[in-house]
């Protein structure tokens, strides 16, 4: 393998294994705000009990997610040198802003909130985990700022002299459209897992310890909670990612057919569910089971408008940029789309028989569902990931990809953004030692979470806020865990 297979093994394997930390991180931190608020306003100590509890959870994830998510970075310099002279002055911004900003939002609104039960006033501890909330999320716009721009490079223009992209705009480059279409489909996808997640922690006690006293008063109602941002995030998911495929029709018109394997342009196309056959990189036929003119509507809002095919828009790039091959990888982008919407829409699934199972106050037993429940939790994981694959491999081979109006100066072709001078035996090292180090994450990462998940909430402690204490000594800071 070159250096530059190993290079683009190396941050697949990096991203997709942060961004199994990243949904849940940012889905988990407005749901325990969330849970906090509903305590603070009722005084209900089952949600303080759950505030605790899903906080511990919380924390384990977002150290986890950090220490995963740094490597990424250094990567750009190290096995990304090419492509960070390039487009450095511009995609160095919004990283920057997401490092100086909300991280740094994050983690000081976290560590007031892990150590403030005793010291700070209950409005004023409920502030900090929103925001951290806030925060979590705000981090998140800025790297989906800085990757719509490799999607769809705006607010930047070509130096001839130095041969580099500079930013013109900041703000035209955070409005970037394609940000704005990607960031709320992104964040409902994180409710989606943080939901399901809930679910199958309050499954699993539900089921299993519904004897004990205080597990079915407790779990219950986050039970109920997380069904209900299941089905809330399962419409945002559909909704903005109707938006997101019609902004995908009109800037990168290989990756909708490609996702489709769609290889000639059609009129009235239908959406494939499931191709029967192979899928070959040629893209000959592709026989496949349809929903008659679906794909003309998710692309243009019209049955019967035509949508582009492999073929024509290959050809068309050829003339336009020169010989090559403009086609991505056809069966991971046909699949990985068919599993994002399908794992997607089984997590929804399971939330609706949730919801039936538990309608006038009934509680799940020991039965199918809460087995079915705790097994599934890997699908809404599953299907976010399963989306950036596709987001990431359907817009090779670009790794800057061309505008569709003719600012062709500001792209460059995944080859052209490898390092020159690192060879393949240390992108191989490096690669290797990081493929280990992070199997040993998942490890402690896992071990924490069903240890601390299975445990259940820890015995109620009294919430005294600074403002009720009595007491003017002075108490050490406590970890409230």
Known sequence: MSSLDLARWQFGITTVYHFIFVPLTIGLAPMVAIMQTVWHRT??????????????LLLINFALGVVTGIVQEFQFGMNWSSYSRFVGDVFGAP???????????????LGLWIFGWDRLPKRVHLATIWMLAVGVNLSAYFILAANSFMQHPVGVRFNPDSGRAELDSIWSMLGNVTALATFPHVVAGAWLVAGGFVLAV??????????????VETFRPAFRFALGSVLVAGVAVVVSGHWQG???VDQQPMKMAAAEALCNTEEGAGLSLFAVGSINASCDEVKSITIPGLLSFMSE???????????????AMVERYGAGDYVPNLPVTYWS??????????T????????WLTRRGRVPGKGWYAKLAVLLVVAPFAANSFGWIFTEMGRQPWVVVPNPDGSDA???????????????????ISLITFTLVYAALAAVELTLLIRYAKAGPAPDQPAVAADESDSTDERPMAFAY
């Open 348 to 355: 929804v699934g399971l939330a609706l028989v949730g919801l």
């Open 95 to 109: 990283l920057a802003m997401e490092g100086l900003a909300a991280f740094f939002l994050e983690s000081t609104f």
């Open 337 to 346: 789309f068919r599993l994002m919407i399908g794992l997607g829409l089984l």
């Open 43 to 56: 005084g209900n100590p089952v949600w303080l009990r759950l505030t605790r509890f899903f906080g511990k």
């Open 410 to 428: 500001i792209r460059m072709l995944t080859a052209d953004g490898v390092s020159p001078s690192v060879g393949a035996t240390s992108v191989a």
């Open 246 to 248: 019609q902004i995908m």
């Open 301 to 315: 809002n019209d049955p019967d408008a035509t949508v582009q095919g492999v073929k024509d828009v290959q050809q």
């Open 202 to 215: 309050s499954a699993w006690h539900l089921a299993r310890r519904a004897d004990k006293a205080g597990t």
